[in-house]
């Protein structure tokens, strides 16, 4: 087998090339021909010499993913999903908007964080992705969308990792891919505008500020250890004073001056005004310490295992107006590719449940909801 260049950022990519007897400034020419020209053929990198041509070609190789297909959503987005091997898929997904161009990326072939509300969760974990399969996904993406777009320069300029999977969870391979995004031979993307989403995975939220910092988006979903420990087990390792400390933390190397915190708004469990003011109080005993955050509200995207239903706008209004009369900046996110089943949480919900976690969900979904109404949704956008 020879190595795939997508698995390497640059040093490591001059590493490789160290061992063919190269220098740097070759590995660095090698590394704009595969990630700013999308070219894989070695003998179209018409700039390096034909004896370095010739021992690329019998040591390594530039594979991407195989895609499986891809959709179209009426208003712009677009899902791709690739086939990762072993009956193991995932997902992408492009998000247009006028002054931007978002990839969401997957770092895992399902998760193994289980959260109740989320489609990739009920998946069950199947294993990590490597960094080649991470950084293929914005690799085949913006080659793939100029010339789709006709267009010269870049497509993508930011990249959020919230696919599938817990990025934290998968570290020793995120953080190269990281590497290749940043890099000005790379992919040249700010650190502002690389986002990793986490669960909530305490100590690698300390090592990504060490190693490379970038925007950090923590999915909090409830202002109470009770609750969040049914909808993100993961709490009851790092609870949420602990992961609140870890953001206050991270805040001093973070490119943006403010933690983005998600929280996916399901009806009758994590919605009602008392959980707004209980946020409230939360963040501001935090700020007191210096934690500076914002709110993005996710109205829920269902799906038939989950047993839970979005809440609907009014309530989800109601709920940013006490945030925002607290004086936190809070948004709503807009819910595009719906008709792809593109949204958050919707990522393969198709690919069926190999763990039997769906099973072990259920039963303790009564514990979860107590006397709270349950509704079953049925399809997708209800
Ligand atoms: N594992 C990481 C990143 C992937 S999930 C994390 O949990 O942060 C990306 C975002 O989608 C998270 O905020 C997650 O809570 C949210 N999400 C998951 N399922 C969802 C659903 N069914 N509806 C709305 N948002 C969902
Ligand atoms: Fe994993 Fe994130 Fe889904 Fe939770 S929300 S199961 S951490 S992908």
């Given at each position: 087998m020879t190595a795939?260049?997508?698995d390497y950022d640059l040093d490591g990519l001059a590493a490789f090339c160290?061992?063919?007897?190269?220098?740097?400034?070759?590995?660095?020419?090698?590394?704009?021909?595969?990630?700013?020209?999308?070219?894989?053929?070695?003998?179209?990198?018409?700039?390096?010499?034909?004896?370095?041509?010739?021992k690329l070609a019998g040591s390594a190789h530039v594979a991407g993913l195989k895609v499986l297909s891809r959709h179209d959503s009426t208003d712009g987005t677009i899902k791709w999903l690739f086939d990762v091997g072993a009956g193991d898929v995932i997902e992408t997904v492009f998000i247009p908007e006028t002054d931007r161009g978002t990839l969401c990326i997957s770092s895992q072939a399902g998760c193994a964080v289980g959260c109740r509300f989320c489609s990739t969760?009920?998946?069950?974990?199947?294993?990590?992705?490597?960094?080649?399969?991470?950084?293929?996904?914005?690799?085949?993406?913006?080659?793939?969308?100029?010339?789709?777009?006709?267009?010269d320069e870049r497509v993508i300029s930011n990249v959020v990792m919230m696919g599938m999977g817990e990025p934290l969870q998968n570290y020793s391979q995120l953080l190269?891919?990281?590497?290749?995004?940043?890099?000005?031979?790379?992919?040249?993307?700010?650190?502002?505008?690389?986002?990793?989403?986490?669960?909530?995975?305490?100590?690698m939220i300390d090592r990504l500020a060490a190693d490379c910092p970038v925007a950090l988006a923590v999915s909090l979903h409830a202002p109470e250890d009770g609750l969040r420990d049914n909808l993100v087990p993961l709490n009851k390792k790092y609870p949420i004073a602990e992961l609140l400390e870890a953001c206050t933390r991270y805040?001093?190397?973070?490119?943006?001056?403010?933690?983005?915190?998600?929280?996916c708004m399901l009806d009758g469990v994590n919605d009602q005004p008392g959980h707004a003011r209980q946020l409230v109080a939360l963040v501001q005993g935090h700020a007191a310490h210096g934690l500076s955050c914002k709110f993005?509200?996710?109205?829920?995207?269902?799906?038939?295992?989950?047993?839970?239903?979005?809440?609907?706008?009014?309530?989800?209004?109601?709920?940013a107006k006490i945030l925002m009369d607290a004086g936190i900046v809070t948004t709503v996110r807009k819910t595009r590719g719906d008709d792809i089943d593109a949204a958050c949480g919707q990522l393969a919900?198709?690919?069926?449940?190999?763990?039997?976690?769906?099973?072990?969900?259920?039963?303790?979904?009564?514990?979860?909801?107590?006397?709270?109404?349950?509704?079953?949704?049925?399809?997708?956008?209800?």
């Open positions: 795939n260049l997508l160290g061992q063919l007897g190269e220098k740097r400034f070759r590995a660095t020419q090698l590394f704009r021909w595969i990630h700013q020209k999308g070219i894989a053929d070695f003998a179209q990198m018409t700039d390096l010499a034909k004896s370095l041509r010739d969760g009920h998946q069950g974990f199947s294993r990590n992705l490597t960094t080649g399969e991470i950084i293929s996904q914005l690799w085949f993406a913006e080659h793939f969308l100029r010339q789709h777009l006709g267009r190269p891919a990281l590497r290749v995004m940043l890099d000005d031979h790379g992919y040249g993307l700010s650190r502002r505008r690389v986002t990793v989403s986490t669960s909530g995975v305490v100590p805040q001093s190397s973070a490119p943006r001056d403010f933690i983005t915190f998600e929280y993005n509200l996710i109205p829920f995207n269902p799906f038939p295992a989950s047993g839970l239903k979005r809440s609907d706008m009014p309530q989800v209004a109601a709920f919900g198709d690919v069926q449940d190999r763990t039997g976690v769906d099973q072990r969900m259920a039963a303790q979904r009564q514990g979860m909801l107590g006397g709270i109404k349950v509704v079953v949704a049925k399809g997708m956008g209800t």
